[in-house]
Structures are given as C-alpha cells and as structure tokens.
Nanobody, 126 residues
C-alpha cells in the first residue's frame, strides 16, 4: 500500500525558509513523478510544484517560481520542497502527492494524482 508522509512544516517569519520532506513507501519510488500541493484556509487546493521520475524536469506555479525548489532523492524514496523568501500568502497545509500509475508525463493538476499525504502546516508570519 502506498503511503506518503510529509514533515518539515512549521512557523516562520516572512523572508525565512523551510524545507518540506515527503517519504514514500509501498512501491518503487523512482517509477513515479511526484507533486506538491497546498490548501489555504477557505481556498481550494492548488498545485505548487512537480518533478519527473528522474528529477530532470521540474514544474512550478507562477507564484513560487524563483523561491521554491522541488527535488527528489530516489535512493531515499523522498521528495523535497525547499521554500525560500516565504511570504504570508504561502501559509497553507502542504501535501505531497503521487499518481496511481507509472507515467513518463508529470501531472500538474490534482486529478493527475491518486495518493496523498496527511499534510504539513506551514505558517508564515508578517
């Protein structure tokens, strides 16, 4: 059974940094692209970043480009989200996600993903 467990969230001041981690288990990690999403209070879940199976291709929503970096370590079954220059509007619960099937494309919308972690809270104070 596929399991995704996020960690690394917390409270940080504006301009600060956090690194989120997502540990995957239950299948061959390197066969699947991975994504990060977030949901702020009262808002719909939104795409943040995604990374291809090998890690050579990455994708970001416009609001985080240049500030966030997604990466993966296939030997450790872990995907990361390095978040720099954090802003109060980045406050949300962050989720990592994995698709149901092995695919060479990298989904950038929620329906492209089937497995979700429990989420980790990121709060950025002004």
């Amino acid at each position: 059974q596929v399991q995704l467990v996020e960690s690394g969230g917390g409270l940080v001041q504006a301009g600060g940094s956090l690194r989120l981690s997502c540990l995957a288990s239950g299948r061959t990690f390197s066969n699947y692209p991975m994504g990060w999403f977030r949901q702020a209070p009262g808002k719909e879940r939104e795409f943040v970043a995604a990374i291809s199976r090998s890690g050579t291709s990455t994708y970001y929503t416009n609001s985080v480009k240049g500030r966030f970096t997604i990466s993966r370590d296939n030997a450790k079954n872990t995907v990361y989200l390095q978040m720099n220059s954090l802003k109060p509007e980045d406050t949300a619960i962050y989720y990592c996600a994995a698709p149901y099937s092995s695919t060479y494309s990298t989904p950038r919308t929620g329906p492209g993903y089937h497995y979700w972690g429990q989420g980790t809270q990121v709060t950025v104070s002004s």
